[in-house]
């Protein structure tokens, strides 16, 4: 049974940083990519990035296949980052925006940024 799961989200000040992890067991980890997500309150679920690309540059996606760990640092965070983010993961090496290309979800971590 594959599973993934999120940690290290919280409140944080505008400016500040937060590092999500998520922790995959279960899953052929170094042959998936595992990309990040967020839902923002009242808006649609919305691709965050993967290891390959992320769509802020302030956040960076890094992965230990050791510990079968993605991480997701987020830098000079806004108020507008305020979400509840999720991993997911497909089998394979290719990335994908959608999220219908990911099988496998985490059931996400919030994050509240204050201004």
């Known amino acids: 049974q594959v599973q993934l799961i999120e940690s290290g989200g919280g409140l944080v000040q505008a400016g500040g940083s937060l590092r999500l992890s998520c922790a995959a067991s279960g899953l052929d980890f170094r042959n998936s990519v595992v990309g990040w997500f967020r839902q923002a309150p009242g808006k649609e679920r919305e691709f965050v990035g993967t290891?390959?690309?992320?769509?802020k540059g302030r956040f960076i996606i890094s992965r230990d296949n050791a510990k079968n760990t993605v991480f997701l640092q987020m830098n000079s965070l806004k108020a507008e980052d305020t979400a509840v983010y999720y991993c997911?993961?497909?089998?394979?090496?290719?990335?994908?925006?959608?999220?219908?290309?990911?099988?496998?979800w985490g059931q996400g971590t919030q994050v509240t940024v204050s201004s």
């Open positions: 290891t390959a690309w992320t769509v």
């Open positions: 997911a993961a497909r089998l394979g090496s290719s990335w994908s925006t959608r999220e219908s290309d990911y099988v496998y």
